[in-house]
């Protein structure tokens, strides 16, 4: 059974600061998804990472995938409010558009 | 374009009663999904479509969910009879075959009392 693991569940930072979330997936895939939720809202995608070493940017947002390590990282760069929102991590069973197995998530808020 | 349309977007029923949520999935995307969103947690998969075809409903829980998805287009979710724990928020979202990119709906958030 696939499971995903995202740390930390919860994280309250500073405007200005960097972080990372981690996500870690307990089998073999080659596709990893990156989600934000804003409250009482949709999943919105960032970042689809489909090979080993992959690195995607997007403004403050820097994903990067290690999939012999299983391990994919989300860093936050010097960190604005409008980033506050719920990240969730998702990986795919197996190929084609098979359904996607999430993390619990992980709920950000950046204070000024 | 249109993305993923979702009916309605809230309902409040009690318990034991049926309710039914409608997904329009974004034109031309022959794979739907139906997602399950508890408070605080991540989306689990309950169904998959391809085209008309359910290819996986191992998590649905079908004493009491059903799914349909007749010409392979809109798709509609069933729960007959509800119940406290169904509460939660049903996503659906859709791809193209064999494409790595799903598009989610806005959700129904379902308050069963």
């Known amino acids: 059974e696939l499971k995903v693991e995202q740390n930390p569940l919860f994280l309250s930072m500073q405007e200005g600061k960097n972080y990372t979330i981690y996500c870690n997936y307990s089998t073999t895939s080659d596709r990893l998804y990156w989600y934000r939720q804003d409250p009482g809202k949709s999943l919105e995608s960032l970042f689809v990472l489909l090979s080993n070493g992959a690195v995607k940017q997007e403004g403050r947002l820097m994903a990067s995938l290690d999939t012999k390590a299983r391990l994919s990282t989300l860093h936050i760069t010097a960190a604005v409010h409008d980033l506050s929102a719920t990240y969730f991590c998702a990986v795919i069973s197996g190929g084609g558009a098979d359904g996607l197995t999430f993390g619990k998530g992980t709920h950000l808020i950046i204070q000024p | 374009e249109a993305g993923v349309v979702q009916s309605p977007r809230y309902k409040i029923i009690e318990k034991k009663q049926p309710v039914a949520f409608w997904c329009n999935p974004i034109?031309?995307?022959?794979?739907l999904y139906w997602y399950l969103q508890n408070l605080g947690q991540g989306p689990e998969l309950l169904i998959r479509?391809?085209?008309?075809?359910?290819?996986?409903d191992s998590q649905l829980p079908k004493d009491r969910f059903s799914a349909e998805r007749l010409k392979g287009v809109d798709s509609t979710l069933k729960i007959q009879p509800a119940e406290l724990g169904d509460s939660a928020v049903y996503l659906c979202a859709s791809s193209l075959a064999d494409s790595y990119e799903q598009y989610f709906g806005p959700g129904t958030r379902l308050t069963v009392t």
């Open positions: 034109s031309g995307h022959n794979t």
């Open positions: 479509y391809e085209n008309e075809e359910a290819v996986d």
